[in-house]
């Protein structure tokens, strides 16, 4: 199949609408990363989706909706949810709630469990989609399941590392702005549990609930994942990545943060030379791609330390799960 690439134009977005609803996958940016969208009642579209990305059956989807109202649909979100909805919504805020009965979800969509990945993006051509397809839409991130997110088109395009070749069309809308996937929220009556650190900071979270975010459990074996985004190895590289480095080693590519070592000679990237996590976050999958492709399969690349508040939070936990061992 040859995967089309539509401007996010009116022409483009109405396109990509009318695929979603024919059944078929379309890749659609957001403000976090380009998602592969389906058709999140449509069980055809949605067992298309698991095998395009390669991904496993017991990692449930994320519903997108256009706005709050729409998305309340389908979870009970109570009272701390709602509260989450109204300041982050919308925003690269997922919540997980239990899930409503009735719904017309396809089964796959959750992957059989009783709770549902509720995201509202922020981002205009993502909205315009949404509301043009009048059908929540299942969105992962559109990478092949394991690899490195996708925040620019071209990168979703890639018949190698990304999923050109597998897909009817991506809408491209340029780099996405925040960089990293939506943070991700269990909410557990009272309690509310961080499954994933993503684009809004857990001291945001904290300060608009009132309460502190329990860490996501440590389960790595078997049975449902409570968010598979937890297994250790995903956001993969083909080159081994060396964390917390003072410094390249002969022969490693150097991922830097603040201008530590502006001077390296090895191939280096700079996440943020002036320090801002937020613009770190933005650039951070991009150039683990380009340092990637430099260094090649058998290379490796050191990376500097990030301080892990805010945003330095998502980045830090990506960086550990592209560097943890391959399953
Ligand atoms: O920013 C984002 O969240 C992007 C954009 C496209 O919206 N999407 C994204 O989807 O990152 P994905 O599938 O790559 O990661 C979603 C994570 C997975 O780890 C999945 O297991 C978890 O969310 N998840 C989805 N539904 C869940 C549920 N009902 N309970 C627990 N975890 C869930
Ligand atoms: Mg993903």
Partial sequence: METRRLDADRMGIAEAAALLAAGRLVAFPTETVYGLGADAGDEHAIAALYAAKGRPARNPLIVHLPDAEWAMAFGDLGELGERLATA?????????APRRADDGLAAAVVAGGASVGLRVPAHPVAYALLSAVGRPVAAPSANPSGRVSPTEAAHVLD???????????????????????????AIEGDDMRLLRPGGIAPEALEAVAGRPLAPAPASEGQGPLAAPGLMASHYAPAARLRLNADAPRPGEGWLDFGA??????????????????????MRLFGALRRLDRVVG????????????????????????RAAAPRG
């Fill in 88 to 96: 982050f919504w919308p925003g690269p805020l997922t919540l997980v």
């Fill in 297 to 320: 399969p058998g290379g490796a690349i050191a990376v500097a330390r990030v301080p892990d508040i805010g945003l330095g939070c998502a980045i830090n936990d990506r960086l550990r």
């Fill in 260 to 281: 530590s070592l502006p001077d390296a000679a090895a191939p280096a990237e700079d996440l943020s030379p002036e320090a801002d996590l937020a613009e770190a976050a």
């Fill in 159 to 185: 018949p190698a590392a990304g999923l050109g070749g597998r897909i009817d069309a991506v809408l491209d809308a340029g780099a996405c702005p925040v960089g990293v996937e939506s943070s991700i929220v």
